[in-house]
């Protein structure tokens, strides 16, 4: 595409890599594993946000915000949790910088060594706990359904942008329930508001299920997820929602009075999703000319790019132009107007097709002659000429909902062509080496079946399928009895 | 009142202290000098969040986000910001904790040394302009407006709850221009807002100025303020924006090609306001009932309390709320029901006067009978019975606009009984030290005059007022000429 970007087919992972940098995402920085989220990118996480945090208050949650900083000691109290994050951690053991006595800068002054170290959340379970013991005293006060948007750190070596950062942005939920069954149902409704999220404003498909214990949040009795497919035939976990029964309740000692006199420990839900799913809607629709991203999270929807010799022409299309940009705005359209004289149409056509806006208008001194506009929808690159009457913003704000729908659908038919049964070890292998995609296969349930799988084919179980059919078979790996199909695939 | 809270005359820091906390805005955390956020506080943050980040984008401002970690070695290279940040720093050693030997717990690991230490931001300065030396090639990338809403930590000794905490939440704009008068009128174009987000939605009246080179941003050519008063006649610094001049661009070599073919560095503004302002929003306002929040501001501004003695009664009421919060809400006015039968209408009346909601409605079933409802108002506590006739939603409506301005005007006429012209130094001790309040007087423009009334007051210049009158006089300490009285207070 001329832009320096290599096509998906040639090189797939620098096509990711370089779209990111080139339509302006995100960039790497000079702090190791850290990404910039660049203008672009980040007008794009807004929205997001923005229907994540309305579907969050919708369902009850409140937000709130706890210390960046975790005592060491917190991070012990749970003991899975521990192991889960120790290795991976940023860790503040000073408090003062002081100039160098051979005049050489700045070095950390050996005095200010804090009393017990701190760790840069990775998450915030222990925090939070913690607090949750003075909020919670009695069932009156339960549930408490909280959510949190904070920057986490974890010490990752080999990082990725969106996909896998050091630091990076995310939500994470933590709730407090009288009863066990009610923190599943919370665990449940919140991997559905995930799933409705991920399929109606990202209009990506995902399968939605179980972890297996080796795969599980570290201090969680449950993992659901949803597993999204990418066109590399690669899957990538895009949520999480932990039932954590009364661990941290237990590591915290966080009891609540019983309606009928008693004193219980409180039932756990977290749930979080990141800026990992940037890297999702990037790598699920974009195409070789450039980001294609779904109508409801484009920061601008439509681009209206004028075509002009001179000032009068300039000046008799914009005029034109308003009026439609308002009457699009009327209908809750977002809509920029760019008739900078420094560039070239050509340029632009190129550019916003690159930054993934949705639908382009191009007006010339014929169209304003004949009251015609041509629009070019970015999913498709179709183009038509479409004249401007009072139907015309109508028309335009279907065609955005119908490109929604075609991005969506695009995705699922892709999602499931992609996805295979396979009852034969060998096939299983070839088909995950050749042809990538999501596999299902019968799994004998141990951690060592699923361990020895991982390790001769890189494919990981993403989830246990729910709501799947029970279905008798045999474990593709060790032939023994198995009741439901898992979902394989190699995944990001 | 009943509620463990002192009143202000008893003990001003006291009652704030114990406001915060029993309000449910803020709490002190495990983390020395870290606070949390409590559900309340933060919807209310959210709020001046939402209005402030309008206000940005309507001034052509986009957000971003950069990496919460500093290299060390980037904090040396603007002189005087080192100076300025380096004694109050987290600095990050390690990215790895492991089991002890002893099996005592965790512990940092030390082979797990970064080669380079790592700061929590205080600010970004340095890793923006970084950032920025990419972004920048010729003016045609120019100017560049960028906000940042993020997480940053100085490690404070002495931290009360919002107005001083180790980490706080704020925004930080930092943009670069072409010119430098580009530069100083986007500075004062940001204090601008600054000031009239405080103002217009915080209903807190400010004064406008610049600080003295001692008080200044360190890294800045000119540091602009704005200033308010608190009931104890205290100062609080409420934003600040920054004209940067080239500083920063020389300390990291951001050059820009010029429409006429030069090179040339360019020239910087910063801009913050932080959680600190939810501190003045209280300290403003309330009194020793509890908050009093302006209705621009309130989460809910309108609370509706039913009584009733049975079921029947609940179910009349509720039905005739329903209605009325239905015919408010179309206005935009945020209502809640509170009907729940754990808690009586008392404790109820209590609970939300202390947490500030401007406009409470109660019903019994007399209202019901006579088709009215008792309206009690938060700022004057005056309550009167209104009818539910088709004109009452906007009544409503306009009280809440009335109380908006009311409590501004409440606390402009605090203001302005105290501030005083003083011109004789042992009266301005006395006034300092007996009356508090601001205080207009005449100083030499020298740093020892201003270090020794500081050392013999307490007081600090706050600023040299933006659009002063000019007036000849003498230094109110030196007795040497000056040209304009400046703001002197004690402050927070």
Chains 1, 2 share one sequence.
Not at 462 to 490: D, H, M, T, W
Request: hydrophobic share 35%; charged share 30%.
């Amino acid at each position: 595409m001329g832009k320096g970007i290599p096509t998906r087919e040639e090189d797939y992972s620098g096509w990711y890599n370089e779209l990111v940098k080139k339509a302006d995402l995100a960039e790497t920085s000079a702090v190791r594993g850290c990404m910039v989220i660049k203008p672009y990118g980040f007008s794009i996480w807004e929205r997001m946000q923005a229907e994540l945090d309305r579907m969050f208050k919708e369902t009850g949650h409140t937000n709130a915000y706890f210390p960046v900083f975790i005592p060491k000691s917190y991070m012990s109290k749970e003991a899975q949790h521990v192991d889960g994050f120790a290795k991976e951690c940023a860790v503040v053991t000073h408090h003062r910088l002081k100039n160098a006595e051979d005049g050489s800068g700045v070095v950390v002054d050996p005095e200010a060594k804090l009393e017990e170290e701190l760790i840069v959340r990775p998450t915030s379970e222990t925090v939070i706990w913690n607090s949750y013991r003075n909020w919670i005293q009695s069932y009156r006060d339960l549930p408490l359904l909280i959510n949190q948007w904070a920057n986490v750190v974890r010490w990752e070596l080999r990082t990725r942008l969106f996909l896998r950062t050091a630091e990076f942005l995310w939500q994470e939920g933590h709730t407090a329930h009288a009863t066990e069954q009610e923190a599943i149902d919370e665990t449940e409704q919140m991997l559905e508001v995930y799933a409705t999220f991920v399929e109606q404003f990202m209009a990506v498909p995902v399968i939605r299920g179980l972890k297996t214990p080796s795969e599980r949040f570290a201090g969680a009795v449950e993992t659901y997820c949803i597993e999204a497919l990418m066109q590399d035939g690669k899957a990538l976990q895009s949520g999480t929602s932990h039932f954590l029964g009364q661990n941290f309740a237990r590591a915290f000692d966080v009891k609540f009075a019983t309606r009928d006199g008693g004193l219980e420990h409180v039932w756990g839900t977290s749930w979080g999703v990141s800026t990992r799913l940037m890297g999702a809607l990037i790598m699920a629709h974009s195409d070789d000319n450039g980001l294609i991203i779904p109508p409801r999270l484009a920061p601008t929807q439509v681009v209206i790019i004028p075509i002009f010799r001179n000032e009068e022409q300039h000046s008799a299309i914009s005029e034109k132009v308003m009026e439609v940009k308002i009457s699009l705005e009327r209908l809750g359209v977002s809509v920029k107007y760019d008739d900078r004289d420094t560039h070239k149409p050509g340029w632009k056509f190129a550019e916003y097709e690159l930054k993934g806006v949705p639908v382009r208008l191009a007006m010339g001194p014929r169209d304003l002659e004949n009251n015609t506009v041509e629009v070019a929808r970015r999913d498709t690159l179709e183009k038509q000429s479409m004249e401007l009457d009072e139907t015309f913003p109508q028309k335009i704000a279907g065609l955005l909902d119908q490109m929604q729908t075609d991005i969506y659908n695009k995705a699922l038919e892709f999602q499931q062509d992609n996805t295979h049964k396979i009852d034969d070890y060998e096939e299983f292998k070839r088909v995950l080496d050749e042809e990538g995609g999501f596999v299902y296969a019968h799994w004998d349930g141990t951690d060592e079946t699923e361990a020895k799988i991982k390790e001769e084919t890189k494919a990981t179980i993403r989830c246990i399928p729910l709501n799947a059919e029970a279905e008798e078979g045999k474990c593709i790996y060790s032939g023994k009895p198995s009741q439901q199909r898992v979902l394989f695939a190699k995944a990001y």
